[in-house]
């Protein structure tokens, strides 16, 4: 049995809206607002942001221009780490692709099911272990600092596997292991006792993946992380903003972190390893809903317009009397409760079209002037291809970071895809 970790293990966040989030059919988010979401996962406290694919074409400027924030302190202290696939061929392109690239999570299946129905028997369990380790090996090689090892099926992987699995990622040097709830199969009772399980047997930090397919992505967080820290090890629970993910998607960030300080006792007992300021919940949420185009349910825990709304006379009279009479937790606390604008007359946006008045207008309204005509010309241009992303026009924070930061913005915004030999 492994040996327990000497101080009180903790609770992270690893939010993968960057990744499985814009894996999700019909979803999709544009690298300018993929970079907005890190800037505010950052802004929010949580640990690690999945920030995107290092073997995908089109994701290695805007990584590497994500790694040049992070080394310029405008992303700090959050850590980027990118998703690929556990095989040593995609370790070499990520390096190739994105030379910068500090932190790996690496995927392989290890359920039978996965092993029968997707590798049509071609892969033995050892063969799964080889391409996992292998991989390992050439990530931590070619200068990774930390590597996390995805189990993908893990739920429907039988403990033996995924303990063998687990050891032989850790003896490799891997830092966790992500067990992942791909198919929503688990409920909080039996997560629980598996992970708690892993935790003592394998003796590594553990991450807890969950989707929604039975409606139980955030209590089984919360039941994975538990089993975690009392089998004696960190836990990081993944999470996206709004839940957006493949499906019915994955456990809400916002959701996931009130179940952890607001439910009944669970933050007497179990420890955050770095603050979340909830004060940002309600912009990071709205933001996702206004790039992912996908707007947040009425009945959002927290975030949602009903989330403090009282219309009946007992509830609103009680309210009134005391918010603690039928409000668990307060609006204040996520950000909510401030004034908004809205325009009701004239408006100038940004577009793919804009021109110089109206952008001078549109950035003057928010303080923001240039020293040259140039300078405005360029940051114009920026945005003009920003919205050539996002076809939609760009938000207050959009603007200000393709103004502050235009050489970013210039990478962020860059594609160029392959010459086409064969053509
Ligand atoms: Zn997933």
Same mark, same amino acid.
């Given at each position: 049995?492994?040996?327990?970790?000497?101080?009180?293990?903790?609770?992270?966040?690893?939010?993968?809206?960057?990744?499985?989030?814009?894996?999700?059919?019909?979803?999709?988010?544009?690298?300018?607002?993929?970079?907005?979401?890190?800037?505010?996962?950052?802004?929010?406290?949580?640990?690690?942001?999945?920030?995107?694919?290092?073997?995908?074409?089109?994701?290695?400027?805007?990584?590497?221009?994500?790694?040049?924030?992070?080394?310029?302190?405008?992303?700090?202290?959050?850590?980027?780490?990118?998703?690929?696939?556990?095989?040593?061929?995609?370790?070499?392109?990520?390096?190739?692709?994105?030379?910068?690239?500090?932190?790996?999570?690496?995927?392989?299946?290890?359920?039978?099911?996965?092993?029968?129905?997707?590798?049509?028997?071609?892969?033995?369990?050892?063969?799964?272990?080889?391409?996992?380790?292998?991989?390992?090996?050439?990530?931590?090689?070619?200068?990774?600092?930390?590597?996390?090892?995805?189990?993908?099926? @893990?739920?429907?992987?039988? !403990? #033996?596997?995924?303990? *063998?699995?687990?050891? &032989? =990622? %850790?003896?490799?040097?891997? /830092?966790?292991?992500?067990?992942?709830?791909?198919?929503?199969?688990?409920?909080?009772?039996?997560?629980?006792?598996?992970?708690?399980?892993?935790?003592?047997?394998?003796?590594?930090?553990?991450?807890?993946?969950?989707?929604?397919?039975?409606?139980?992505?955030?209590?089984?967080?919360?039941?994975?992380?538990?089993?975690?820290?009392?089998?004696?090890?960190?836990?990081?629970?993944?999470?996206?903003?709004?839940?957006?993910?493949?499906?019915?998607?994955?456990?809400?960030?916002?959701?996931?972190?009130?179940?952890?300080?607001?439910?009944?006792?669970? @933050?007497?007992?179990?420890? !955050? #390893?770095?603050?979340? *300021?909830?004060?940002? &919940? =309600? %912009?990071?949420?709205?933001? /996702?809903?206004?790039?992912?185009?996908?707007?947040?349910?009425?009945?959002?825990?927290?975030?949602?317009?009903?989330?403090?709304?009282?219309?009946?006379?007992?509830?609103?009279?009680?309210?009134?009397?005391?918010?603690?009479?039928?409000?668990?937790?307060?609006?204040?606390?996520?950000?909510?409760?401030?004034?908004?604008?809205?325009?009701?007359?004239?408006?100038?946006?940004?577009?793919?079209?804009?021109?110089?008045?109206?952008?001078?207008?549109?950035?003057?309204?928010?303080?923001?002037?240039?020293?040259?005509?140039?300078?405005?010309?360029?940051?114009?241009?920026?945005?003009?291809?920003?919205?050539?992303?996002?076809?939609?026009?760009?938000?207050?924070?959009?603007?200000?970071?393709?103004?502050?930061?235009?050489?970013?913005?210039?990478?962020?915004?860059?594609?160029?895809?392959?010459?086409?030999?064969?053509?």
């Amino acid at each position: 049995m492994a040996t327990k970790k000497e101080q009180t293990p903790k609770i992270y966040f690893l939010d993968v809206t960057n990744r499985d989030g814009v894996q999700t059919a019909k979803l999709g988010l544009s690298k300018l607002e993929k970079t907005m979401i890190n800037i505010y996962l950052n802004e929010m406290g949580v640990f690690q942001s999945e920030f995107g694919f290092p073997t995908t074409r089109h994701e290695a400027r805007y990584l590497e221009a994500n790694l040049e924030l992070a080394k310029m302190g405008v992303l700090k202290p959050i850590r980027l780490e990118g998703w690929i696939r556990a095989i040593v061929e995609d370790v070499k392109t990520a390096f190739k692709f994105v030379p910068n690239i500090k932190h790996l999570n690496l995927s392989i299946s290890t359920s039978e099911q996965m092993l029968k129905g997707k590798f049509r028997g071609k892969k033995t369990e050892d063969d799964i272990i080889k391409d996992m380790t292998d991989a390992v090996d050439a990530a931590r090689a070619l200068g990774a600092e930390s590597v996390g090892v995805n189990a993908e099926d @893990a739920s429907r992987t039988e !403990l #033996g596997f995924l303990v *063998k699995f687990g050891q &032989a =990622a %850790k003896e490799h040097g891997a /830092a966790r292991l992500r067990y992942c709830d791909t198919l929503g199969y688990d409920n909080p009772f039996s997560i629980y006792e598996t992970m708690k399980a892993l935790a003592e047997n394998v003796g590594i930090a553990l991450e807890v993946h969950c989707h929604g397919d039975l409606g139980m992505a955030v209590a089984n967080s919360l039941a994975g992380a538990k089993g975690t820290v009392d089998g004696g090890q960190d836990a990081y629970i993944n999470t996206t903003v709004n839940g957006i993910g493949e499906r019915a998607g994955n456990a809400d960030l916002v959701a996931t972190v009130l179940a952890l300080n607001k439910s009944k006792s669970f @933050a007497k007992n179990y420890q !955050l #390893g770095n603050p979340i *300021k909830l004060a940002v &919940a =309600a %912009k990071i949420a709205e933001f /996702a809903s206004y790039a992912f185009d996908v707007p947040i349910p009425l009945n959002q825990p927290g975030v949602g317009a009903n989330a403090f709304a009282h219309a009946s006379g007992i509830h609103a009279d009680g309210v009134l009397k005391d918010p603690e009479n039928y409000e668990l937790y307060s609006y204040k606390e996520l950000g909510r409760g401030k004034p908004k604008f809205v325009e009701t007359g004239r408006e100038i946006i940004s577009g793919q079209y804009s021109g110089i008045a109206g952008f001078r207008h549109l950035m003057g309204k928010m303080n923001v002037t240039f020293g040259t005509k140039d300078e405005a010309a360029d940051i114009l241009e920026l945005v003009r291809y920003a919205n050539v992303q996002s076809h939609k026009p760009l938000v207050e924070d959009e603007l200000l970071f393709i103004a502050k930061y235009p050489h970013i913005a210039q990478k962020v915004l860059t594609q160029t895809p392959l010459v086409l030999e064969t053509m």
